[in-house]
């Protein structure tokens, strides 16, 4: 059994710098995509042959662009906590087609977008994100009809903000999914979303003993959330990286590293 413990926390932004990953092991950056569209082609020069094949198979432009950001950008800063050069960061999928870095397997990460925002997470454990912009004309009852628990459904209907809390569940049932690394399943139902602690036997989550979901307002159009296992001495006010719109200062958080 796996105890999982549902809660909503405040973010703190704070200015990007390359940080020790110490004990809470916990580290969460928020990348504002459209101010890298002018840096698509410094930035896809970080990408190796793979990632570049991958980035020309989308349709669309807008797609194509926020991969390459967030991903050179995912690199860029793995690079910066790993103190490697960032040609040396190389990305690579396990079994359950959950990425990892090649030259370290005890940093973890996971990356979620969403329209014109992202988050990164990084951590000295396993670590799962889900970020969503709120769609508030979006047709949430066709969805919670199948991947929610009747408990869950009851709650979204009975709540004062119903799109507000249909994604704090949404986003906490990927969160977990992506955690597991099995993603996105048939048994999204059994995956618990409502605030409090919870016990499940899900396969995924059985070698895990204690597992914490944190969810929270990015701003006033995106909710988030983030599982993990580290245990944090205060989980109350969640800190946020916001990474800079110029990418020179991406790349010199600490006016030490130049990558270019």
Not at 161 to 188: C, H, M, P, V
Not at 196 to 219: C, D, E, I, Y
Request: proline share 2%.
């Amino acid at each position: 059994m796996t105890n999982v413990h549902c809660e909503t926390v405040k973010v703190l932004n704070q200015s990007y710098k390359v940080k020790p990953i110490d004990k809470s092991g916990l580290f969460l950056f928020h990348i504002d995509i459209p101010n890298y569209y002018k840096d698509i082609t410094t930035l896809k020069a970080v990408l190796d042959e793979t990632e570049t094949s991958r980035a020309e198979r989308y349709h669309f432009e807008k797609d194509k662009n926020r991969f390459i950001i967030c991903r050179s950008i995912l690199k860029i800063i793995l690079a910066q906590y790993t103190e490697q050069d960032i040609l040396d960061i190389k990305l690579k999928k396990d079994i359950n087609q959950k990425p990892y870095l090649v030259s370290n397997n005890s940093i973890n990460f996971n990356l979620s977008h969403s329209e014109d925002s992202a988050i990164i997470a990084i951590s000295n454990s396993n670590v799962g994100v889900d970020l969503e912009y709120k769609n508030n004309e979006f047709d949430f009852l066709e969805i919670t009809n199948h991947s929610y628990s009747e408990a869950e459904t009851k709650h979204v209907l009975n709540s004062k903000n119903q799109i507000d809390t249909f994604y704090k569940y949404w986003t906490r049932k990927e969160a977990i999914a992506k955690f597991s690394g099995q993603g996105i399943n048939d048994n999204l139902s059994q995956i618990p979303s409502i605030d409090g602690r919870h016990t499940t036997n899900l396969n995924s989550l059985n070698k895990f003993k204690n597992l914490k979901v944190l969810s929270f307002a990015l701003n006033e159009n995106y909710i988030a959330s983030v599982a993990f296992c580290n245990k944090k001495k205060d989980d109350d006010v969640l800190i946020i990286f916001s990474l800079p719109s110029s990418l020179k200062e991406l790349l010199n958080p600490n006016n030490k590293t130049d990558y270019q």
